[in-house]
């Protein structure tokens, strides 16, 4: 199993970025999908997920109105449009999965079975 991300990069506080999570190797349709992130010097905290079947999704508090995940069932990817950037929303933001639910905890870490590599967000001031 393999998650790629990508769609990190630079942007002016305001402006917009959208992350995009390809799963390969398996899919999650009784599991979900999320997002986390970390800042230098900080830990990995949660930003988001989706649970496959149904679409339920859960957000930080940090990001709730700004950021929107979504998932596309044909290209088994998961998606991460962030609006309104600020600069602490820099960091290296990274995907995970989660292979059944069961009672499962989306903001925990120890939740998810798989991880991506992280890619970069640069809000400047």
């Known amino acids: 199993v393999q998650l790629q991300a990508s769609g990190g990069g630079l942007v002016q506080a305001g402006g917009s970025l959208r992350l995009s999570c390809a799963a390969s190797?398996?899919?999650?349709?009784?599991?979900?999908m999320g997002w986390f992130r970390q800042a230098p010097g900080k830990e990995r905290e949660f930003v988001a997920a989706?649970?496959?079947?149904?679409?339920?999704?859960y957000y930080s508090d940090s990001v709730k109105g700004r950021f929107t995940i979504s998932r596309d069932f044909a290209k088994n990817t998961v998606y991460l449009q962030m609006n309104s950037l600020k600069p602490e929303d820099t960091a290296v933001y990274y995907c995970a999965a989660v292979r059944v639910l069961y009672g499962t905890n989306w903001s925990t870490q120890r939740s998810y079975d798989y991880w991506g590599q992280g890619t970069q967000v640069t809000v400047s001031s």
């Open positions: 190797g398996r899919t999650f349709s009784n599991g979900g």
């Open positions: 989706i649970r496959w079947s149904g679409g339920s999704t």
